[in-house]
């Protein structure tokens, strides 16, 4: 059993997206982070800070590093954040002869904030090539059925005769639109944290700059022109994105769903629901999963805002509700991405070609 539907071992049939879930898992934030102080040592070994032997020795040790999960629930009870247990540990694995150069001038939030960055940029990814798949099946529906006839209803009433293409088009048009903002707001979220204790890199004085410029090449992410430990702005208007994504593929559903009503039977599709007490009924599932997805976004797109509220330089509070919060997030748009290119792959017919 588990507290989240996009893991319950039966639930996530319905709403599970296992491609975004992985990158969300204990494995995978771990090798990102040990990514990040991987990169952190051959930059430093690159200005001189530590030495290349050094260098050579934390890349060997993160290599083949398999941290105690167990261990590490204990001493992020304690610390509020899972790196200086991960770190005690590592130091462990390096040796003693360079376990003092392991996580040199960096903070946990630089970990933690990296580790997200690189994950998010795959989070991306993965949503442009569904929104793509998407917009591929829209063209697709558009080609066979767009001359049909539908009826055009505000407000719930019969209005005035339509063709499925402008129906077709209210639904992808939007979708267009949210990809380009994705494209634009994902290099900004998807940027490097390096800032040290205070996000000033007090520790690596003037070379600082050229140690986050190497570590950002190596993880291949945005290169900030700042420290943005207490600002969180990129990432809330990432989550924005997303939340836009979901509610537009909401209304595609509720549209279907209504569509699909007995009485009015303007689209057929294969496949649905079937009902234990009713054999005679088709239910129109997948819609009806995006029509939850988009409501479940737009109430957690609420909690990011409230997570943009940083006391001084650093919030333990506003920092682990968007732990809570953004992943979620993330799982839905996905999810919702890859329901909605099943419900239009199950299309048999929408309109009247009369």
């Not at 996580?103 to 090539?129: E, F, N, P, T, Y």
């Not at 900004?188 to 140690?211: E, H, I, S, W, Y």
């Not at 990432?238 to 509610?247: E, H, P, R």
């Not at 953004?326 to 009247?352: E, H, N």
């Amino acid at each position: 059993m588990s507290v989240s539907v996009f893991d319950h071992p039966v639930l996530s049939g319905l709403l599970g997206d296992t491609e975004t879930a992985d990158l969300f898992s204990v494995s995978s934030d771990i090798a990102a982070m040990l990514g990040f102080e991987v990169a952190l040592a051959r930059a430093e070994a690159g200005e001189g800070v530590i030495s290349p032997a050094t260098a050579d020795a934390i890349e060997q040790a993160c290599r083949t590093f398999e941290p105690d999960i167990g261990s590490l629930r204990e001493t992020t009870a304690r610390d509020g954040v899972v790196v200086p247990g991960l770190v005690e540990q590592l130091k462990r694995r390096v040796g003693p002869e360079h376990a003092e150069a392991v996580h040199r001038g960096a903070s946990s939030q630089d970990v933690i904030d990296s580790s997200l960055a690189q994950r998010l940029k795959a989070v991306a990814r993965v949503a442009d090539r569904r929104l793509d798949a998407v917009t591929a099946g829209f063209d697709r529906l558009i080609d066979a059925y767009g001359d049909h006839r539908l009826t055009g209803r505000t407000r719930m009433k019969i209005a005035v005769g339509i063709r499925v293409r402008d129906r077709v088009e209210a639904w992808r048009a939007p979708l267009v639109r949210h990809r380009q903002r994705l494209s634009e707001a994902a290099p900004r979220a998807c940027a490097l944290q390096f800032g040290g204790a205070a996000g000033t890199l007090a520790a690596l004085g003037d070379k600082g700059p050229a140690v986050a410029a190497g570590i950002a090449a190596a993880l291949d992410l945005t290169l900030p022109t700042a420290s943005w430990h207490s600002q969180r702005d990129n990432l809330v208007e990432f989550a924005d994105c997303l939340a836009a994504i979901t509610g537009s593929l909401g209304k595609l559903g509720q549209d279907v769903a209504l569509m699909a009503q007995d009485e009015i039977a303007e689209i057929e599709l294969s496949g649905g629901g079937s009902s234990s007490i009713m054999p005679h009924k088709k239910n129109p599932v997948a819609a009806e999963v995006l029509v939850a997805l988009a409501r479940f976004a737009a109430v957690l797109v609420s909690a990011m805002h409230h997570a943009l509220i940083h006391e001084q330089e650093r919030s333990g509070t506003a920092w682990t509700l968007e732990w809570m919060t953004l992943p979620q997030i993330c799982l839905a748009a996905t999810a919702a991405l890859a329901t909605t290119d099943r419900l239009l792959g199950s299309v048999q017919g929408i309109g009247s070609a009369k």
